[in-house]
């Protein structure tokens, strides 16, 4: 347990690391972007380049909030994050490119989703394995069969009767079992 | 004082539910039918000590008594009434204390209302339930003690997080809490099943109505969570796949996947471990939720409740994941499933059971995501969260499979490949559902979306609609069977009526989240007199004013709503200013038609003269569907809960 507090505290480490680099990597005064500024250079891309920002920030998170990518919140470190969308769009990177930018600078982090490579593919595999190999159980253990005998091999209350009442109907004949 | 006499109170349901835990149990060894009254008394004690501590916790929240720790940390003078009532369980400590208080409640119910047939697996459901019980109350005075003391008393408390002062939020958990804590009887019977080593048709019949109890309390609970998200947070969402709404989510599937197995159980006599184990696991998971809110292992936007209790709610579930499997190990083969012909061919108990088996799947992968980020942290040491993405790229796919599962599954028979209707139905279904796609994919505005989204929006639309057909479909062949006796085939089928409507609202559900998959949306300044246009429809602004409401001060700036020149309505996103917070918090302007929510939000105004604001505007595509979902959804299992037939009869079991 304790290792999890731990865990909760060297997050907030990270964030303020992260903060920090904010501030040195991008030197701008506080406050100097607002939510109008970005909604205007936006507009002035085209709209094919626009759909590329809605997917990138989508995709990015929010480092001061809980849940949300950068799209969703306004935070001052959420509008430094799409303005740098915006110029990197702007300089015809291409999204790879500018997925890998934010993933070098601040890490895996920063992104909202595990990337589909190494040991993060198990994240998307997981799930798909699992639904795969739970069907298969089912298809073999209900489908597939077809007796009355139960999965972990006992018969059912009937069949259990049937066979004493024979049993019994031996014995009235003087059979010994 | 009053606050020790409480704590003292506390102190007293400990001992008495330890004791009626202890004599059950040792009522249901021994046969002792004396000893399990007085075990069932314990509980009534319990309750009676409970509700007496909440009303003291209650008064000392309204006289304002910041003396006790609690009260100061979330409440202060300017709070008014209804709010200082929810600041109960605005916190950890109350918080618990109110699960706790619910789970005396519904403990006591379950004591005071059960079939006669259960009568001999009472003594250990009793036992389960009041040791849970002792647990829960064992951690309210020693870990998260509500009337805690605070010394010296200070004149003013710490004030109700704002973003807690709202309608929404004042029912939300006691509406969740109530779906969590009546999900321990199902789970209670099912431990009872175990040691008893049968079951009898009184337990399906109790099992299957508090599912449906607290399956409606979850649903409603879920969904006024969405709301308080949808006009509280600003963000023009209402479900973020944080981490305890997953939690709150997981419940809901294993739940609901319980009330489908306890069908199959109902008509074949099979799938009795099933259900067995679902019940425990809905059950597990609700604690699960709980430990993920407390703990802080994972950050949510509910982290407001967190505190050390956590570690105690890790042991306390492993503890119950280790006994609960060991019983099932040592009793489980007792349990038969009934000897019938004719099973899981082509018919409705292998649709159910694909039913299941999309359930689960997706409790699945809403764990995976949930708990991958410690998962990832343990071993490559790279700590993220995993978000709305994510799950985002399983649920539409699972979604669709579940809309598919309603219409096929709900016309099958059991135990025969027949179909009612005839697979004539299925195909004039595809017919019928082409022209509402086109109508649906019209007004919801689908044209916004293009290439692989629309293919998806619209396949899924389409299967909807299908499925809507077929169980329409299903209802006239069901009625002209009984040559249209109406009232009297309703009267008789009152549990398919709701069923029938529970699954409508589950495709009306999809419906919405199809159609606002993607919203439209803009920044923009006004100045005094401006106007904007955003999909046809005009914002006028005047300006920001200045009003007070109870305890906060709101600065709203309304603008007024044109379409094609006619006026619609006026949408006030506005700030609020609250006394114990220096930050100003969104109240959005909300405005729903049936097809469109316009929703607005406040990002930024001219403080001084008010003659200019920032907005974002939203227009939200079907948003209003998936609150209408809710209530065919609660209606429909309402309906089921009230029949009287289901459950009464006797079947062989």
Not at chain 2, 564 to 581: C, E, L, M, N
Request: glycine share 8%; hydrophobic share 50%; with cysteine.
């Amino acid at each position: 347990m304790i290792g999890f507090c731990r865990a909760a505290r060297k997050e907030k480490t990270a964030l303020l690391g992260l903060m920090l680099m904010f501030f040195l990597s991008y030197a701008m005064p506080l406050g100097a972007i607002t939510p109008i500024e970005i909604s205007k250079e936006l507009e002035a891309l085209s709209s094919q380049k626009q759909e590329l920002y809605r997917e990138l920030a989508v995709d990015l998170r929010c480092p001061t909030c809980t849940g949300l990518s950068v799209l969703q919140s306004d935070a001052p470190f959420s509008l430094q994050i799409r303005q740098a969308v915006i110029d990197k769009l702007r300089e015809d990177k291409s999204p790879r490119e500018i997925k890998q930018f934010f993933t070098d600078r601040y890490g895996l982090w920063i992104l909202r989703t595990p990337p589909s490579e190494g040991f993060h593919l198990l994240a998307w595999l997981g799930p798909l394995l699992i639904v795969f190999f739970a069907f298969l159980g089912l298809w073999a253990n209900y489908w597939r069969r077809q007796s009355s005998v139960s999965s972990q091999g006992i018969r059912s209350k009937e069949a259990i009767l049937i066979q004493m009442e024979r049993e019994i109907g031996l014995l009235k004949e003087g059979v010994s079992l | 004082m009053l606050a020790d006499f409480a704590y003292f109170l506390l102190l007293l349901c400990l001992f008495s539910s330890i004791y009626g835990a202890l004599a059950s149990f040792a009522a249901a060894k021994y046969r002792h039918l004396r000893l399990f009254r007085s075990a069932k008394m314990a509980s009534f004690a319990t309750l009676g000590l409970a509700l007496l501590a909440a009303g003291l916790l209650w008064g000392l929240l309204l006289s304002r008594d910041f003396s006790v720790a609690y009260v100061h940390k979330i409440s202060s003078s300017d709070l008014p009434f209804t709010y200082t009532l929810a600041a109960f369980w605005a916190s950890l400590e109350g918080s618990h204390f109110l699960w706790t208080l619910l789970l005396a409640v519904y403990t006591a119910i379950a004591q005071a209302s059960y079939a006669k047939d259960n009568e001999v697996i009472m003594p250990y459901v009793s036992g389960t339930l009041q040791a849970i019980l002792a647990w829960m109350f064992y951690l309210a005075v020693f870990h998260s003690d509500p009337f805690a003391p605070l010394f010296p008393a200070p004149l003013e408390g710490n004030g109700l997080n704002p973003l807690l002062q709202n309608p929404y939020m004042t029912f939300h958990p006691p509406s969740l809490f109530t779906g969590y804590t009546s999900l321990a009887i199902p789970a209670a019977y099912g431990v009872a099943a175990l040691f008893y080593g049968d079951i009898n048709e009184g337990w399906l019949k109790s099992v299957r109505r508090w599912t449906l109890y607290a399956w409606s309390f979850l649903t409603v609970g879920i969904f006024l969570g969405g709301r308080w998200a949808y006009i509280e947070l600003g963000w023009a969402g209402y479900w973020a796949w944080d981490p305890v709404e997953n939690s709150s989510f997981l419940p809901w599937l294993l739940s609901t996947a319980l009330l489908h197995s306890l069908l199959v159980q109902d008509r074949l006599g099979h799938l009795k471990r099933l259900s067995i184990v679902l019940a425990f696991f809905a059950f597990f998971f609700s604690f699960f939720g709980t430990f993920i809110t407390r703990s802080g292992v994972i950050s949510s936007v509910h982290s407001f409740a967190q505190s050390p209790i956590g570690p105690n709610y890790l042991i306390f579930l492993g503890a119950l994941m280790v006994l609960f499997v060991c019983l099932y190990a040592l009793r489980a083969q007792a349990l038969l499933p009934a000897d019938s012909e004719k099973v899981w061919g082509f018919s409705k108990e292998s649709a159910l059971l694909i039913t299941q088996f999309l359930l689960l799947s997706f409790a699945a992968i809403v764990f995976i995501g949930t708990l991958y980020p410690i998962i990832s942290e343990s071993i490559t040491g790279l700590r993220f969260n995993i978000q709305a993405p994510y799950f985002n790229a399983f649920a539409p796919y699972l979604g669709l499979a579940f809309v598919l599962a309603i219409g096929v599954g709900n016309l099958l028979s059991y135990q025969s490949g027949k179909i009612r209707g005839g697979a004539k139905a299925y195909l004039w279904s595809l017919l019928l559902a082409i022209a509402p796609t086109f109508v649906f994919a019209y007004f919801g505005e689908l044209s916004r979306s293009q290439g692989f989204v629309l293919g998806i929006q619209l396949l899924g639309i389409f299967l909807c609609f299908w499925t809507l057909f077929c169980l329409l479909i299903d209802l006239l062949v069901r009625l002209s069977f009984v040559r249209w006796q109406v009232s009297g085939f309703l009267s008789r089928n009152v549990s398919y009526l709701g069923s029938f409507l529970a699954h409508i609202g589950v495709l009306v559900a999809v419906l919405g989240f199809l159609g606002n998959y993607r919203g439209l949306d803009k920044t923009v300044t006004l100045k005094h007199g401006e106007s904007t246009e955003l999909f046809g429809y005009r914002f006028s602004f005047d300006r920001v004013e200045t009003r007070h409401v109870e305890n906060m001060t709101l600065f709203e700036a309304p603008l007024s709503v044109h379409k094609d020149g006619q006026y619609i309505h006026t949408v006030t996103p506005a700030r609020a200013k609250y006394p114990t917070s220096k930050e100003l918090f969104h109240e959005v302007g909300l405005y729903s038609e049936f097809w469109h929510d316009i929703y607005g939000v406040l990002a930024d105004f001219d403080k001084e003269a008010g003659k200019s604001a920032t907005f974002e505007l939203h227009i939200n595509p079907t948003v209003r569907l998936v609150w209408l979902s809710l209530y065919l959804m609660v209606g429909g299992s309402l309906l089921c809960l009230l029949d009287g037939l289901r459950g009464f009869r006797r079947r062989e079991l």
